[in-house]
């Protein structure tokens, strides 16, 4: 079946402009993660979904960043006013429940660049 | 402050050879261990996971040891073959909640012929 699939696979902005990052899910899948990949870096966790509801936010760095799920499937992390700090491969994984045994499936990631 | 440490930044290893990755952990809230595999231009994939009850998991050539008590795991591939070459990536987490991963900064492991 298919996995998770982001758009777009990468996105050139100008500093200070938005962006808007999409993922969709495993279907079924009701937990979704946003991860953050720096160069040089492990996946870092920005913020968890369980069905349309952010359970955590605590990774996200700043109010610059918010996400929404609004219907319990695709999701959408939105980032205003860009900074350079803040080009990274954002990466998106669903998994079955948000059980500690479950896997999570990773999409292949938006690569953000920030001029 | 790091709460996962994968100190190697980089591993080379002969084709047939054991490859020995290994991982550090702090946070003794830390139940459940995983290893991820990445290609480049691709998104992290799940290998093998292991949890706190138990201190060794076998799949096929991949095996992870835990050893709680020095909050260390590793990931042993027998034999290492070409197809191996990869990013990996040690992720931690804690049960209770959900699964919130926790991960390493990786390890690039290269096996030539």
């Known amino acids: 079946g298919a996995g998770v699939s982001q758009t777009p696979s990468n996105k050139v902005t100008e500093k200070g402009k938005y962006v808007e990052l999409r993922c969709d899910p495993i279907?079924?899948?009701?937990?979704l993660y946003w991860y953050r990949q720096s160069l040089g870096q492990g996946p870092e966790f920005l913020i968890y979904?369980?069905?349309?509801?952010?359970?955590?936010d605590s990774g996200l760095p700043n109010d610059r960043f918010f996400a929404v799920r609004p219907e319990g499937s695709v999701s959408t992390l939105k980032i205003q006013r860009t900074e350079r700090g803040d080009s990274a491969v954002y990466l998106c994984?669903?998994?079955?429940?948000?059980?500690?045994?479950?896997?999570?499936?990773f999409g292949p990631g938006t690569r953000l660049t920030v001029l | 402050d790091q709460q996962v440490k994968q100190n190697s930044p980089s591993l080379s290893v002969q084709e047939g050879r054991i490859s020995i990755l290994n991982c550090d952990y702090t946070?003794?809230?830390?139940?459940?261990f995983l290893w991820y595999k990445k290609y480049p231009a691709e998104g992290p994939t799940f290998l093998i996971s292991?949890?706190?009850?138990?201190d060794k998991n076998e799949d096929g050539r991949f095996t992870v040891f835990l050893n709680k008590s020095a909050k260390h795991l590793s990931l042993h591939i027998v034999p290492s073959q070409p197809g191996d070459s990869a990013v990996y990536f040690c992720?931690?987490?804690?049960?209770?909640?959900?699964?919130?991963?926790?991960f390493g900064a990786g390890t690039r492991l290269a096996v030539h012929p």
């Open positions: 994984a669903s998994s079955p429940t948000s059980g500690t045994t479950d896997t999570q499936y």
């Open positions: 279907s079924g899948h009701t937990a």
């Open positions: 979904f369980q069905g349309t509801g952010a359970a955590d």
């Open positions: 946070n003794s809230m830390f139940d459940y």
């Open positions: 292991i949890s706190s009850i138990k």
């Open positions: 992720a931690a987490a804690s049960s209770g909640g959900y699964n919130k991963l926790i």
